[in-house]
């Protein structure tokens, strides 16, 4: 992929995520159907393109990410009726990115880190837990658990090898805890003022991140 190629598609990546974000606070369905999947598929375009340069594991994984990713952002558009599913999609993209992140370094990558990270997510999900609909104790558990293993990996694999990529990797898997964080306790606990603006930014910055890492000239 040609670096004016790379940096156009970035550019507009970043006009659709910011456009993604600003149509949540309008009244305007149609845009927010057609902004939402439009900055993922994007995003998606950056791992994949780097893919079909190395046909390497790496980018392969973060692209089936990404695809579940989709279709994670599609069905959480009308969460009402499909939260599940759309966390099930969420739960199928972690367990790509893990498997992107251990393709080489060994799970968990720095064990502390991962103790640390499971300790955060019970300290939150036990916080919530009165509030979360008894059908989602378990699916939730089980979704927070492959969250934080995908973000401690990535982590600590960066703390091992200590390169732009795992850091891109590393930091997009903080900010995805932190997005789903704040996701859970809008939807669960107390609504958020400016929610989409500061779970969307996170969000989207993840999977910027975490896509970006795909890019060979930042993995030497």
Do not use: E
Request: proline letters at 4%; glycine letters at 4%; hydrophobic letters at 60%.
């Amino acid at each position: 992929m040609s670096s004016r190629f790379r940096l156009a598609l970035k550019l507009v990546a970043v006009a659709s995520i910011a456009a993604a974000i600003t149509v949540h606070f309008l009244a305007a369905p149609l845009l927010l159907w057609t902004s939402a999947p439009l900055a993922t598929v994007l995003i998606f375009i950056i791992a994949f393109a780097n893919w079909t340069a190395r046909k390497d594991f790496y980018s392969l994984w973060v692209s089936i990410g990404l695809q579940f990713s989709l279709a994670g952002d599609v069905l959480l558009l009308r969460s009402d009726h499909f939260f599940t599913l759309g966390l099930f999609a969420f739960l199928l993209t972690h367990f790509a990115y893990l498997i992107a992140f251990t393709r080489d370094t060994r799970f968990p990558a720095r064990f502390t880190v991962w103790v640390l990270y499971l300790f955060i997510a019970a300290s939150c999900y036990f916080f919530l837990f009165s509030w979360l609909p008894p059908a989602l104790h378990i699916p939730v558990a089980i979704y927070a658990v492959l969250l934080v293993s995908m973000a401690a990996q990535a982590m600590g694999r960066f703390l091992n090898r200590r390169t732009a990529s795992t850091q891109f990797a590393a930091i997009g898997g903080l900010f995805f805890v932190l997005s789903d964080g704040l996701l859970a306790f809008d939807r669960f606990y107390k609504p958020i003022h400016l929610a989409p603006l500061l779970v969307l930014l996170p969000y989207y910055t993840a999977q910027w991140l975490i896509a970006s890492s795909t890019d060979n000239s930042l993995r030497a």
